[in-house]
């Protein structure tokens, strides 16, 4: 089981951290991701991170800004998100995958359909 939390309320280019801690499984043997959910719009990806942590993947709109980490020995997944913006709003879920790193990193193939688990999401509010 995946447990996003960490969301809350900002105002823009503020920071804000979210957690994503598994129970039930170890993520070491699991690239992990991130995807967020904006009121009417469709699941986008955020970020993503090799099993080792050596390899990260940003979705273009959050490049240079977001910075997804991990601490296996504490089975948990972070993204820092720096300089917030309004259109940065969104519900926030973590998941984690046994596919190839490159459909997780750059979606070659079906990127949504490659997670193999999803977490409950956590809201971010940011405003202007």
């Known amino acids: 089981q995946l447990q996003a939390s960490g969301g809350g309320l900002v105002q823009a280019g503020d920071s804000l951290r979210l957690s994503c801690a598994a129970s039930g499984r170890t993520i070491r043997s699991y690239s992990m991701a991130w995807f967020r959910q904006a009121p009417g719009k469709e699941r986008e990806f955020v970020a993503a991170?090799?099993?080792?942590?050596?390899?990260?993947s940003y979705g273009e709109s959050v490049k240079g800004r977001f910075t997804i980490s991990r601490d296996n020995a504490k089975n948990t997944v972070y993204l820092q998100m720096n300089s917030l913006k309004p259109e940065d709003t969104a519900v926030y879920y973590c998941?984690?995958?046994?596919?190839?790193?490159?459909?997780?990193?750059w979606g070659i193939g079906d990127r949504d359909s490659a997670m193999d688990y999803w977490g409950k999401g956590t809201l971010v509010t940011v405003s202007s």
């Open positions: 998941a984690a995958s046994n596919a190839a790193w490159g459909t997780v990193a």
């Open positions: 991170i090799s099993r080792g942590g050596s390899g990260t």
